[in-house]
């Protein structure tokens, strides 16, 4: 499945045509360069060097700028034709749309996509996709070419005049402009058979093939799969999936195998009715789809639950995998405020809004989804596993005995949690030890709570106080304040974060004996120095709060 694009802009000027051209590629994001951009998706602060970072994770690239700039920025990287993701490049107002690299990744299918909807004429120049109206190296999903050098050599051919008779379904090409002749020595031939070697004839193979593994999965599994299609003369790339009972999501070798096929892992209910197999041998079933579709319908992936952290709020804080994972997702789970942080979706994502305390409710929701092989992904701010959802996740994972659940692929994915953002935004001031508390009683005793800020206060550590205070808790912050002040100095170094890395943010140093309850609240995050936290002022202004990595007496 290719990834959405990247729509990269250099300005604001750009930025109206990239909305536009967004809407044709849902999970897309547009990318602006820092300080000339304030409302993209994405900030950058490096053209070249985010575009071959873009390149080299296979990403489509959208480039609103002079072609010759993206050409020279790619150059080092330009390999063998068939390896690179589609690149285009934008004039910055729409009224060009060049595609430049990724001819059998479909860049000149999505030129005319993008040229549709600005109302403008792509500037195709492919020879082959020109003439024929169609791009023969790039089938459509369910089809696959058998070799591409071969198949290059196949177009030549017909730009010099060859004509060509179709054997097999290829609907694709029924409204191509092909010089067809029945009497062709020349063929394009689709079937799932394996390769003659027929110079003279275009291989395409269509996902048709399905293996069950019904017996052992050995180290030599995926070496057991094609020798069955070699016996069956068949090719392997016209297999569409690998095949196990839903009891063996777990197997690592079943996994190995597919992944060294380049197959999906598929898994079907042992009590499902399978046709009579074309050959089987030793624990494996072969069996022949009428359609690729129909192929790509049967069994369901094995489920993901990913649990991410978004971080602070800003999109160029969130972690890049954090970001895959939101793009990749079909369902989104999490507390209103934080899913839309989590934006922009596209259409076909379902979004899951819950209240804030729902979290084992909607950890239960996750799993049930995830149990039906679909790719879910949990939502926190900040850090996921800092008072947040992966705990929760993993609770209501080891009260289950619900064997689908313990079969999801279930992975948690870091983010920068507030303390980190705040004492960023600071300067340094967890630069020694420093423990995180949350001030709230909803899930602890508050006698708990006094206990842990007496010791951590008499260990000298700095704190940082999650949850500070709440309407419903308006006297909490002060009492906390009253046993720090048993340990610590009124001169003690206080920062005080507020709705960091999002628009509103405020960043505070004051102390201890200076700071009350009324000047925070529940989006606050406050941090209380040790006695060897220090301050002093910033050249561009405020201040600069760390604490030293010695300790006196070291």
Not at 289 to 302: D, H, I, N, S, V
Not at 425 to 454: Q, T, Y
């Amino acid at each position: 499945m290719q990834k959405p694009p990247a729509l990269v802009i250099l300005n604001a000027a750009s930025l109206e045509t990239a909305r536009r051209v967004q809407t044709c590629y849902p999970g897309s994001r547009i990318h602006g360069l820092s300080g000339r951009v304030e409302d993209a998706d994405q900030p950058y602060e490096a053209f070249g060097e985010t575009l071959r970072e873009l390149y080299a994770s296979d990403t489509p690239i959208i480039a609103f700028c002079a072609a010759g700039i993206v050409i020279r920025t790619l150059a080092p990287l330009l390999v063998a034709k068939g390896a690179e993701p589609p690149v285009l490049a934008l004039a910055e107002d729409g009224s060009a749309v060049v595609p430049l690299l990724g001819g059998l990744g479909g860049v000149n299918r999505m030129a005319r996509e993008i040229a549709e909807a600005l109302d403008v004429a792509p500037a195709i120049t492919t020879s082959g996709e020109l003439r024929f109206g169609t791009c023969l190296l790039n089938p459509p999903p369910g089809y696959v070419l058998a070799d591409l050098e071969q198949g290059k050599r196949f177009v030549s051919d017909l730009l010099g005049g060859e004509p060509v008779t179709i054997e097999g379904d290829a609907p694709w090409l029924d409204e191509a402009q092909l010089p067809l002749d029945e009497q062709a020595r020349r063929r394009i031939r689709v079937t799932p058979e394996r390769a003659s070697g027929d110079a003279a004839e275009l291989l395409i193979h269509p996902r048709l093939l399905l293996v069950h593994v019904q017996g052992e999965a050995s180290a030599d599994l995926a070496e057991r799969i094609r020798a069955l299609l070699a016996e069956a003369g068949l090719a392997e790339r016209a297999l569409a999936a690998v095949l196990a009972g839903r009891g063996r999501t777990g197997d690592a070798a079943l996994a190995e195998a597919a992944k060294v096929l380049g197959m999906p892992l598929r898994f079907i209910d042992d009590r499902l009715l399978l046709p009579e197999p074309q050959v089987r041998h030793e624990g494996l079933s072969l069996y022949r789809c009428a359609t690729p579709r129909e192929a790509a319908r049967l069994g369901q992936p094995r489920g993901r639950l990913t649990v991410v952290g978004l971080g602070p709020g800003a999109a160029d804080l969130m972690v890049p995998a954090v970001r895959r994972a939101l793009d990749e997702a079909e369902d989104v789970l999490g507390y209103e405020t934080y899913v839309s942080m989590a934006g922009p979706f596209h259409a076909e994502q379902r979004l899951h809004c819950s209240d804030n305390r729902e979290e084992l409710q909607r950890a239960a929701h996750a799993f049930d989804l995830a149990a039906q092989g679909r790719r879910v992904v949990v939502v926190s701010s900040g850090d996921p596993g800092v008072f947040a959802m992966a705990a929760a996740v993993l609770e209501a994972l080891e009260a289950s005995r619900d064997p689908h659940w313990h079969a999801v692929e279930l992975e948690v994915l870091p983010g920068v949690s507030a303390a980190l953002a705040t004492a960023a935004r600071a300067g340094a001031p967890l630069g020694h030890d420093f423990c995180m508390l949350s001030l709230s009683d909803n899930l602890k005793p508050w006698r708990v709570i006094e206990k842990r800020l007496d010791q951590a206060s008499a260990a000298d550590l700095a704190m940082a106080f999650y949850n500070p205070i709440s309407k419903a808790r308006p006297w909490q912050l002060g009492r906390a304040l009253e046993i720090v002040a048993r340990h610590r100095a009124p001169e003690t170094v206080v920062v005080l974060g507020r709705d960091i890395g999002r628009p509103a943010e405020r960043l505070r140093v004051t102390t201890l004996g200076e700071l009350t309850p009324e000047q925070v609240d529940m989006r606050t995050l406050v941090i209380i120095g040790s006695s060897t936290t220090r301050r002093f002022p910033r050249g561009d202004g405020g201040e600069w709060v760390y604490t030293p990595r010695w300790y006196p007496g070291s």
